[in-house]
């Protein structure tokens, strides 16, 4: 191979590896994401609710987790189009008029995480609290754990 078709080629992967993990593939990360926490997260809202982790590899919305099925008028193309997307791959699945996470899912952040449950705008640090309602926020900032 020449080396301005070796460049061509590992531009072209690099964009791939950056897509991948925006459309549910994760072909090329290595080992799933773990299946236990030491914080459990929720969510509530719109009439739906969902539970998550935060990992090393981004936030983990577990599989059963409801999201809405309508999104709001202003809520962000790229949100719709990520929706869209996890519908197609059958990561989100239509049942008794909301959507399920049919696995476990990685979002990028959890504000994405929420923002595709919720159908709306949504800041993921102050939406995901622990059972308790301590924010995602207030453990990521230190502050003390409400037992």
Request: aromatic letters at 6%; glycine letters at 10%.
């Amino acid at each position: 191979m020449s080396e301005s078709d070796a460049a061509d080629a590992e531009g072209y992967l690099s964009e791939m590896l950056l897509c991948f993990p925006v459309i549910g593939l994760h072909v090329f990360s290595v080992g799933e994401p773990p299946r236990t926490a030491s914080i459990e997260y929720v969510l509530a809202g719109r009439g739906v609710s969902a539970a998550g982790v935060e990992t090393p590899q981004g936030f983990v919305v577990r599989a059963g987790s409801r999201a809405a099925l309508s999104s709001v008028p202003s809520c962000h193309t790229y949100i719709l189009t990520l929706k869209d997307a996890l519908q197609k791959n059958g990561a989100l699945i239509e049942r008794e008029g909301t959507l399920t996470f049919a696995q476990d899912y990685v979002f990028a952040s959890p504000s994405t995480a929420a923002m595709v449950v919720l159908g709306r705008s949504a800041n993921g640090r102050e939406e995901w609290k622990t059972k308790k309602g301590q924010t995602l926020k207030a453990i990521q900032g230190g502050e003390a754990i409400i037992r």
